[in-house]
């Protein structure tokens, strides 16, 4: 879908409105899609220039590809800056080959090319996946986790430790510090799957700068993380009731779905999620 800038309502009042909008998805599969909001090239880019261990906002956007050195060539060709060469690396029981690109306004992409085992459901095709994941980094895991507890997300991945392999030179991390700096590192999901997933990243031991006050809705780079539910004006009671802090439920217009009513909240270090029902 692509069309003309739509109304906002859960942004703050000083939030510019987009220009024009984008939503991006794969084939065929309803959920990781990407919203692209055009905006004046004065609107501020508060990650443009971050590190993966400054914190505040949202970091990334994680896609799998197949073929991943050509796809960093291609992208590198575009103008995308990788953090590191890509890596191959091991997490967990997996292999996969990892690259942290960074291209216009800040906005991070992980292409991620599963090595070992085979992928299970969808997977790429001749382009990249639907967003599989999106990483946050932040000041304390504990504090986030805690908060997406009471979303009803389920804790997946927890481990404190440095990366497998070269996993953290992935990251950016001089070789000689990578095997050695531990990582902090949680993954949640409303059912505990790794598609449609939440990470939280702290490099304890490495000092960085901090964007909570300049990341909003309405800036340049990752915006902010939508999700469909049911049951808002329930989850408005009980947010309430947890004393957790929101904008309020509002209902507009969310081209091409039509009607939806939803709220907004921020996470301990400042991302914004937004949450709706389509009616």
Known sequence: WEGPGSEQPLWPASAPCPRREWLLGQADWPTGQVRLFEFDATVPAPRDGARTWDTGGIFDLDVR?????TWSKRLTSDG??????????????LRIGEWLA?????VV???????????????????FSHAFNSSQTVRDVD???DLFAALGFQPRIRQVEPLGGRGGEMLGLPAEDADTTAVDLAICHPTGDLDGSVEFVALPNTPGSHAETLA?????????????VTGVEAMAKELQDMSIEHTGLATWNLPPLGKVRG???????????EFFEHF
Do not use: Q, Y
């Open 263 to 273: 709220l907004a909240l921020r996470t301990p270090d400042g991302s914004w999620l």
């Open 109 to 127: 992409l992980a292409l991620v090319e599963r090595m070992h085992p085979p992928l299970e459901g969808p997977g790429p095709g001749t382009g």
């Open 216 to 228: 909003s809705p309405g800036c340049r780079g990752l915006n902010l993380l939508r999700f469909p």
């Open 143 to 145: 504090a986030h986790l």
């Open 65 to 69: 590809v197949k073929d991943l050195p």
């Open 80 to 93: 995308f800056t990788g953090m590191s060469e890509p890596i191959i690396w091991p997490f967990g029981d």
């Open 102 to 106: 960074k291209g216009p306004d800040g």
